[in-house]
């Protein structure tokens, strides 16, 4: 048996022999295209078994459609449905007779060489001459290479409409790749090795002629083994159904699985998202379609469930009864930097509260799901979505920042970057109270605030605990109470760590009381290094978990309850408080907190 991924990642094996007789305990007849098959499946993981019921249809040349159904024990259930005036034993039994191959299929099926147990994966990288794909996907593909995540078969093709040759494309990759801190050893040679099976094709992202002259490409260096293929959507929304459309008529697998990963933004408000969903969907199943968010694939984001639900301490106090407020902070000490243009048709509400900092909140708020099966948490999370409130225009603050000289240094304005246009009042910054009417989280205020061009970078989670009842040390902190509040700090970037704000004595002989934490700094525990965000998720995609990527339905919740605001927004041409560049932010922000009794806790002194 071919085993796709070594025991230092996840693993997934199977393979696919020719039928020869009736299927066993841990092997399943399954009909492709008219060939009878036995699919061997085999699941294992060195760090969770993800056994998960996958639905699979074949259409057969006798052109009766087959849901077959690989159960977690490697049986086979096919949902039977009767026809009326017909009994469920002679529709059984004739469904049954109509797959039983031909002598002729048998044969067939037995010179269909697959190398018996080998699969390959080719992976498409739509857009690999942008920024994306350049900085993040190739160099989060090398490092699954270097540490052996990949499959023994794999390929990977760059797609762009710009002319290159694959020498060019190696050229340009082998620029920003780079080896694990903790892992130096042959690294140039893995590097050659990785850039031998880089190959590229210029084409139309609009063109079917095009894709099929890829899917030519990609069958020579696939064989006969079994082909899956993923593309990876790195291009701008506007031609993503063309894309999606080309690939899918002229390039998707004939027998194996075929899977696209679309990046955001998806869409502008409500109806735009629905629209590109409904569109992706004339081509695509919804569990072919991964929508990627990688702030899920941040490695405190990860351990976000970890630390609620494998810890006695903190689920008992995840609630209303203990918690005064939850902030969600976003920061980035630089501007636009000539992204303006792209960014001012979406402003910073859409690129980063509705999809980043929403989807840590439904993770933060979220129920125990039943498992960690990836429909168990997304359903969860939807349930929290669909709980909330939408925003009100009195619960928003948004700014914009504006040039300002600091050391002999000027720095721009939003509206002096060349890309954006003059006047424009797209915000730069946002601040945003929330709330989830439920049982669980009823009047607690979920704080979401983000903006570029501020005093730091830095992305966090601070969870305030309320003041102690009837505290017997109120004396001590004297009348700012806010100093004794416990604090559950989850620095998500940069500098990756947990902290816990407690209150403690100071040694001595009298009773003077300081505030501590209980600190898990990540590279100080730990010296592996962390793996970016596109590494955890381009790996799950390949696999199939889709724990991390984001439902239709959970999409429409999400836009649900931030479109009403957007269009107020823009209807009524708010105009944005401004700040300096550099700064802290508007001084709005700190007076929404106040509203809802806050500080925030990113402004204090102890960091």
């Known amino acids: 048996m071919a085993t796709l991924y070594s025991t230092t990642c996840r693993s997934i094996s199977y393979s696919l022999t ?16 008219g060939q009878n098959h036995h699919q061997r499946l085999n699941f294992s993981s060195c760090i969770a078994k993800r056994v998960l019921p996958v639905k699979v249809s074949f259409h057969s040349r006798r052109n009766f459609h087959l849901n077959v ?78 540490e052996g995540c990949l499959p023994e078969h794999f390929t990977i093709f760059g797609y762009a409409r710009s002319k290159m040759t694959d020498a060019e494309l190696r050229n340009m990759v082998s620029k920003t790749l780079t080896c694990r801190i903790d892992k130096r050893e042959n690294c140039d040679e893995k590097m050659d090795q990785f850039l031998k099976r880089c190959f590229y094709h210029s084409g139309q992202y609009g063109s079917q002629e095009n894709f099929a002259e890829l899917d030519k ?3 020579e260096h696939e064989g006969a083994r079994v082909s899956n293929r993923l593309f990876y959507l790195s291009i701008p929304p506007n031609i993503f159904i063309e894309a999606v459309k080309c690939a899918s008529s002229s390039a998707s697998s004939g027998i194996g699985w075929t899977r696209v990963i679309v990046e955001k933004p998806f869409g502008r408000d409500s109806d735009s998202s629905a629209a590109l969903t409904k569109a992706l969907k004339q081509y695509l199943d919804e569990d072919q379609i991964f929508r990627i968010d990688h702030y899920l694939g941040k490695e405190l984001v990860e351990n976000l469930s970890v630390l609620r639900f494998s810890n006695l301490i ?31 048709n979406y402003g910073i509400i859409r690129d980063i509260m509705q999809n980043h900092l929403l989807q840590i909140l439904a993770l933060f708020a979220m129920e125990t799901p039943v498992s960690l099966d990836a429909e168990d948490i997304r359903n969860e999370k939807v349930k929290v979505l669909r709980s909330m409130r939408p925003l009100q225009l009195e619960d928003v603050v948004v700014g914009q920042y504006k040039n300002h000289t600091k050391g002999g240094v000027t720095y721009p304005a939003y509206t002096d970057d060349n890309t954006v246009p003059k006047g424009s009042l797209t915000p730069t910054f946002a ?15 979920f704080l979401m605030k983000a903006g570029k061009a501020l005093h730091n970078k830095s992305a966090e989670i601070r969870v305030q605990f309320r003041h102690v009842p009837g505290n017997l040390y109120n004396r001590n902190f004297g009348t700012d109470l806010d100093r004794a509040t416990n604090e559950l700090v989850i620095r998500v970037q940069p500098d990756e760590a947990i902290y816990l704000k407690i209150n403690n004595k100071v040694p001595g002989l009298g009773m003077r009381l300081d505030r501590s934490n209980l600190h898990l700094h990540y590279a100080a525990r730990y010296s592996k290094e962390i793996p970016d965000a596109y590494e955890r998720l381009l790996l799950d995609a390949i696999e199939g978990e889709r724990r991390l990527f984001i439902r239709s339905d959970e999409l429409d919740a999400a836009w649900a309850l931030f479109t009403p605001v957007l269009k107020e927004l823009e209807e009524k041409k708010i105009i944005p408080e401004y700040y300096p560049y550099g700064s802290r932010g508007p001084v709005g922000a700190h007076y929404l907190a106040a509203r809802y009794k806050v500080r925030w806790g990113d402004l204090g002194i102890e960091q």
């Open 18 to 33: 020719p039928s020869s007789s009736s299927s066993s305990s841990s092997s399943s007849s399954l009909s492709i295209n």
């Open 69 to 146: 159904f690989l159960m977690q024990d490697g049986a086979v259930a096919t949902p039977v449905t009767p026809v009326e005036n017909e009994t469920p034993f002679k529709k059984l039994k004739d469904e049954f007779l109509s797959s039983v191959p031909s002598t002729e299929e048998i044969k067939e099926a037995a010179s269909f060489d697959v190398n018996k147990d080998e699969s390959t994966v080719s992976i498409t990288v739509v857009g690999a001459s942008g920024d994306l794909a350049k900085k993040k996907i190739f160099p989060a593909l090398f490092a699954l290479y270097y």
């Open 314 to 344: 903190f689920e008992p106090l995840w609630s209303r009864q203990y918690i005064r407020n939850v902030q969600l902070i976003f920061s980035e000490d630089f501007g636009t930097e000539g992204r303006g243009g792209y960014f001012d």
């Open 217 to 219: 490409k990609l069958k």
């Open 431 to 445: 601040a945003a109270a929330l709330f989830i009417d439920n049982a669980r989280w009823d009047g607690v205020p």
